[in-house]
């Protein structure tokens, strides 16, 4: 048994997918999320950026002792090797535990991937599942638009604009008949209801926050790291820039109302900023 809280970050508010399965799936678990409002999107900018800024969001949520960090970013997950590479703590990303839920999901062996421009361009997805099966046919889009308009809340299902834009990203894995999607950005599962709509019945989606959280739970479990039974779980919300917008769409992403639960960081100067009693 262990007390100590699992860490997630993500770039900015995608990664409470990864929260809400959380929430749900390891009800007992205490959770410090930080989400990089302040410098999302990732998924546009160079290597070298994405590395940096993945260890600072590893180095501040070191800071609460964490038994388990997870990178509930796809970008950080395909792109920031270097700094995963050095995490201490049990550590989770997404990209793999994604990808052998999509190998075990395909029947006519043909995936599709959406994700950033970074996470498509890194060839992450791609790479893993051929690993796992190299007679799958995988067929990546970078869909950088679908990040803004989580952002800024355009996930209901009738939104002509969002359907459309969802309609022309995915035209070429439409083309390929691909079976299965990964929804390669912690973002997308937000989207999910108008993805699944626009792809048809036929399409499974792989919610990527889903299947870590999974991965992370049979890793609290094998390491003998669960907290105790019964335990209510208690969440904090860290976010680098307090957008105008951020409770409502904490609130809809989440499903809960966050908005006491958040607290301003400035990442750049952590150090300073935290106080001892929120450590
Ligand atoms: N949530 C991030 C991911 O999973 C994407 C958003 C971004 O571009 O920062 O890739």
Redesign the pocket.
Known sequence: MDKRPVGVF???L??LSAVKAMLRYLPEEDIVYFGDTGR?????RSEKTIELYAKEDIAFLEKFNCKLIMAA????SSVAKEAMSHVKEPFVE?VTPACAAAVKATVNQRVGVM??SA?INSGSYEKEIKRRNPAIEVTGVSC?ML?SLVENDWIDSDDKIAVEIIRRYIKPLMEKKVDTIIL????FPHLAPIISKVAGDGVQLID?GYEAVMRAKSILAEKDLMNEAGHKGVSKYYISDRTQNFSDIANTLLGTDISDQANFIDINKFELDLNEKDL
């Open positions: 993500d770039s900015g995608g990664g999302v999107p990732y998924g546009t970013c796809g970008t950080v997404v994700g950033t996470t950088p990040v390669g950005c912690t973002h990527t």
